[in-house]
């Protein structure tokens, strides 16, 4: 009997976050093959024309490699975290949530169209990981030493010109302190009403 390949296996432990990372490689490559159809029928809109799919999808474009690799890499971090300590179901609410809040504040503060990727969402799933965890310690949520730090302070070194300097395109901070903010009350919410219920972290 042949042992099931290692991403299959990933795959089936983390289903949720396994989609995710596929739809944000396949946003990428439709931006790559097609920029003006990924604009047109995937970017934010809001919902007067009824394309309520747009309030979600920006999520999932991505604008080259790089943009792709660290987001998927930071989802596939804090994302497995979550689903493995609290189910898939949840971390698709939680993605969904935090996915909206995020491409509104983005709108609203920019004004255009013309932004993606998950970065709103790993910033959410940060927050939800840092405020639950420190309300119901559970060993399946811990972060390594010094995570939570880094990326709050990378949001707020992106606030000025030297990141968008040197990597020469524009950055959606509204986005990720949106999605850093409902992340926290995310993790504030369910980690208060497990707390109620009197479970406990393992």
Known sequence: MSQEPN???VARQYPAVTSLVILSALGGILVSVDYSAAIQNLSFSGITNNQY????????LHFGMLHFVFNSLWLSMLGSRIEQSMGSLH????????????????????????????SGVVYALLGYIWIKNTLVPQRLLSLPKGIVGFMVGWLFL???PVVTFFIGVGIAN??????????LLLGLGFGLVQR????HGS
């Open 7 to 9: 991403w299959y296996r």
């Open 53 to 60: 799919w747009r309030l979600i999808t920006p999520i999932f």
């Open 91 to 118: 971390l698709i609410i939680v993605v969904l949530v935090s996915g909206l809040v995020s491409n509104i504040a983005q709108y609203s503060w920019s004004g255009t169209v013309n932004f993606g990727g998950m």
């Open 158 to 160: 992106c606030m000025t």
């Open 174 to 183: 509204a986005a990720h302190l949106g999605g850093l903010l409902v992340g």
């Open 196 to 199: 109620l219920k009197g479970e």
